[in-house]
């Protein structure tokens, strides 16, 4: 369900572009304010940040969920369906309550000047609101001052690792772009801080002080250590102030980052007052999955490893690339790339051609009018750098192509959560997406963080 056809839902996303962008909170206080202020009705933990947002706030939730509380869990973009962004519980919301909220919304006079993510963040709201969550886990959309989700009062907040993205609406510079991210700090409100570049972390910390909002930051008041990867995930140890005994922790997530991701998500978590037990933050940290984020799926066409990653900037890439050499993927390793035009693709393709045997560049359909024309980059990637690279008409033929050149190796799939989307839907991988469910089931179980009886759709469909 990508929110077209008929139904409330459809009315109300349909003629909204997604990529929209209107900087403000006038229009999202007016509209919550019509639908009774839901966003009042539960606790919430607020993260922003340009990389790892998603994956930290998945972590968070996921031990919330551990600890016995009702959890909501809202992020953004979705790769095929909309109901990815609505979690209760690690379970999509259930439609018919989707689509009562997206009526209600209609009815709203303020709904009708507002962009795609805020009906969708006034959505999660209500869903929120009407599932009786306990705590809601928010990510925001871009940057933080001004994004739609800061009309939250939460107990705890976290600041990702800054990079230079969307520099043309939050600055041109880490201290301007980490600046519009401290717009989510509030007085007495702990702020936990991921490890990034020295002028961020200090913009941060300098306006933390200056709204009275409590630091603590990964690499001062908590640590990683011991951090090994292997086909079955990454393994850690986390100690803080909190927590100077440490604890051992595993996610099925691949790489150094993804330690770091979930090692914020304790610190914030601890910081805001959720001390759990250290069982129910291992089965939290293990059970934690997001779609997209070095996604590995190892039955592929003629027997490729297939590697999903949305990275789409230069620090992601680079991300990226570090953990497929943590994890030693088999080669030929071949990428798919499909990107939109508006982030600085040669910098993201210069990364990538240094550890790719081969690229296919790709125009991803849902991107509109972002689309960047592929055959440009391959001029430019021959004229640059020497890698082989060929540019094909969808990405349907992009990953019959890719899979052939990978042979047994690796087929990665980035560039943006278009491109991402669309190749994970693809019909010629239904039967390695199938078989990643089965294992995602069967590894849920084992740590038991699925219900019994669920009847909701996997959120991994």
């Known amino acids: ?178 600046a519009e991210k401290a717009g989510i700090f509030k007085r007495d409100v702990p702020v936990s801080l991921g490890r990034m570049p020295r002028e961020a972390r200090d913009t941060l910390e300098r306006i933390a002080r200056t709204t009275g909002s409590p630091v603590a930051r990964l690499g001062r008041e908590a640590e990683v250590s011991d951090v090994r990867m292997s086909p079955a995930g990454t ?23 993804q330690a770091d991701n979930a090692a914020l998500a304790l610190l914030m978590l601890d910081r805001s007052g959720y001390a759990y037990d250290e069982a129910r933050v291992r089965r939290g940290v293990a059970g934690a999955h997001l779609p997209g984020r070095f996604e590995t799926w190892r039955e592929g066409p003629g027997g490729a490893t297939l590697v999903f990653d949305i990275a789409h900037n230069p620090a992601a890439a680079e991300v990226l690339c570090q953990t497929a050499a943590g994890m030693a ?28 045997d081969a690229m296919i560049l790709v125009r991803p359909v849902a ?23 060929e540019v094909c008409v969808d990405v349907a033929e992009a990953v019959v192509r890719g899979c052939a050149l990978a042979g047994s190796g690796t087929l990665l799939v980035t560039g943006s959560a278009y491109t991402v989307g669309e190749a994970r839907a693809l019909p010629e991988l239904a039967g390695a997406r199938v078989a990643e469910q089965k294992a995602n089931h069967a590894l849920r179980s084992e740590i038991g963080t699925a219900d019994e009886g669920r009847t909701d759709a996997p959120r991994c469909a």
């Open 329 to 356: 993927l088999a080669r030929p390793r071949i990428a798919v790339v499909g990107m939109l035009a508006d982030k600085d693709w040669r910098a993201v393709l210069s990364r990538l051609a240094l550890d790719m």
């Open 235 to 257: 393994r850690f140890r986390y100690a803080s102030r909190d927590r100077p005994k440490g604890l051992s922790l595993a996610t099925r997530l691949p790489g150094r980052h």
């Open 367 to 389: 991107a509109g009018g972002r689309q960047w024309d592929p055959h440009e980059a391959q001029a430019w990637l021959s004229r640059e750098l020497d890698v082989p690279v």
């Open 1 to 178: 369900m990508l929110s077209g056809g008929e139904g409330a839902l459809a009315a109300l996303l349909d003629p909204r572009p997604i990529a929209a962008v209107l900087p403000g909170l006038d229009r999202i206080e007016a509209l919550l304010e019509q639908l009774g202020c839901p966003e009042r009705t539960f606790e919430a933990l607020h993260i922003a940040g340009t990389n790892g947002k998603g994956s930290t706030a998945s972590y968070t939730a996921g031990i919330l969920e551990a600890g016995g509380l009702r959890t909501g869990l809202y992020t953004s973009p979705h790769l095929a369906d909309i109901r990815e962004r609505f979690l209760v519980d690690g379970a999509w919301v259930e439609e018919p309550l989707i689509e009562a909220a997206a009526a209600r919304i209609i009815a709203c006079e303020a709904s009708d000047a507002c962009t795609y993510f805020e009906v969708t963040t006034a959505l999660a709201f209500i869903c929120f609101a009407e599932s009786g969550v306990d705590v809601a886990v928010v990510e925001t959309g871009l940057g933080g001052r001004l994004d739609a989700t800061n009309v939250l009062r939460p107990i705890g907040a976290a600041i990702t690792p800054v990079g230079l993205d969307h520099t043309e609406l939050l600055g041109p510079s880490l201290p301007a772009i980490a």
